[in-house]
């Protein structure tokens, strides 16, 4: 396949970074470490929106088992994921052998607001990651 | 008990074309209570992304006032099945989502929790000292000599113990209540710490294990005799009043723990196995 032309590269560099990011939002439903406040409240909030997303019952236990529901997620391109502690959220996917891009942004559960949270991961702009 | 059996279904909640809405208080509770009962749930509205898909067949609920449409894989790979939802409540739709799973099985949450070691490689130096102190096979080696967790399912649950005595801070729990362990970032005192790296196995020699397993008077004064006056002593002593001020070595581990005389072999052939593998790189 050809190379595009600089004037089409630059368009589709564009059109990439106007396409909003996948969001991921984990419940850490197999243990009680996340608070069930925040990750009531962020859900609600992604709810109150009209925004796609994707959730999980737990990263952890599908990484234990390698389950390729990941591969496909670290797949998508743009990410923005609602969990836990970032190391921890990366460190999953990638021994479940699925990297996440290097550009993931992950929220923290676990020492953020619902709020902050919320709005990361609703807004157009890139959002500061934990 | 854990499966390892993939998700038999992705669960959809359709709110594009051809479906009405619910009402976002309604929404939450039906995600909430799948997700609490397992299942992974995407929300598919009007006009957004279409969401990363895999090979899993599709089960998708939306408020199709009596209209549920039929629906096909255009590649024939997956079954999509479709479900109306209108006016039911949001126990009623878990009852639907169960039904259409089946007798298929899948994990559940309060059944297992998923306890087992996450390497961060960005810190891991490839020590093999995890792998010479783990007793329960969790740890193992690559194809290309990268230490690498292989044995989830042998890792002891609450037990950080590989963790505690990672040298680079490189092993987290994410399950754990605090931090480093649970994946926070490290600070420099947490970096600073236990630096040395020492044959974890040689060094402690299954001793610490039968010693935590039996705390009674005779097993301390029986580990006491023990003692030798090298080097070493002074870390097992150290590592052993670090294990057991910490008290993070849950009582039903201890009590799992195998006999003096197979820890020690254990220690020898997982020593002898970190020891190859550093040797080859």
Redesign the interface.
């Known amino acids: 396949m050809g190379k595009l032309p600089a004037h089409c590269q630059s368009a589709f560099y564009h059109l990439l970074l106007s396409l909003p990011a996948t969001i991921l939002y984990c419940r850490c439903a197999y243990a009680q470490v996340v608070p069930t406040g925040v990750k009531n409240e962020v859900l609600q909030k992604l709810c109150d929106s009209n925004a796609s997303f994707e959730t999980v019952s737990d990263l952890c236990e599908m990484a234990a088992h390698r389950d390729p529901r990941l591969q496909a997620i670290a797949a998508c391109g743009k990410l923005r994921i609602a969990a836990c502690y970032p190391r921890a959220v990366k460190g999953l996917f990638q021994q479940a052998g699925f990297p996440l891009p290097a550009d993931t942004e992950i929220l923290n559960m676990r020492t953020q607001t619902a709020q902050e949270i919320a709005d990361a991961l609703l807004s157009a702009a890139p959002a500061t990651v934990a | 008990m854990?499966t390892?059996?993939?998700?038999p279904l992705?669960v959809v909640l359709y709110e594009g074309n051809g479906s009405i809405q619910l009402p976002?208080?309604s929404?939450?509770k039906v995600?909430?209570a799948l997700?609490?009962?397992?299942?992974?749930?995407?929300?598919?509205?009007?006009g957004?992304?279409a969401?990363?898909?895999?090979?899993?067949n599709l089960l998708v609920l939306g408020a199709f006032e009596g209209k549920a449409p039929a629906l096909e894989d255009a590649t024939g790979k997956i079954t999509i099945d479709t479900c109306d939802i209108t006016g039911l409540e949001p126990d009623a739709i878990v009852a639907l989502v169960d039904k259409s799973r089946g007798e298929k099985t899948m994990?559940e949450?309060?059944k297992?929790?998923?306890w087992?070691p996450?390497?961060?490689?960005s810190r891991c130096t490839n020590c093999m000292q995890c792998l010479s102190f783990c007793l329960f096979d969790v740890y193992g080696v690559s194809d290309d000599n990268k230490i690498?967790?292989q044995n989830?399912d042998n890792c002891k649950t609450n037990c950080p113990a590989c963790s505690r005595v990672c040298p680079e801070v490189a092993i987290?729990f994410?399950?754990?209540?605090a931090?480093p362990i649970?994946?926070?970032?490290i600070n420099e005192h947490e970096a600073g710490r236990e630096k040395i790296k020492v044959d974890i196995s040689s060094l402690l020699g299954g001793d610490i294990y039968s010693a935590l397993k039996d705390r009674s008077a005779a097993a301390k004064s029986r580990f006491s005799k023990e003692r030798s006056p090298d080097k070493a002593l002074d870390e097992r002593k150290k590592c052993l009043t670090k294990l057991v001020g910490d008290g993070f070595i849950p009582a039903d581990v201890l009590a799992s723990l195998p006999s003096t005389e197979e820890i020690l072999k254990k220690a020898e052939i997982a020593k002898a196995r970190a020891a190859a593998a550093l040797a080859a790189q």
Request: glycine residues 8%; aromatic residues 8%.
């Open positions: 854990i390892h059996t993939h998700r992705r976002a208080e929404r939450a995600m909430m997700l609490d009962k397992g299942y992974t749930v995407t929300r598919s509205s009007l957004a992304p969401m990363p898909h895999d090979e899993r994990n949450p309060g297992w929790k998923p087992f996450v390497i961060d490689y690498q967790v989830n987290m994410p399950k754990y209540q931090g649970n994946g926070d970032e």
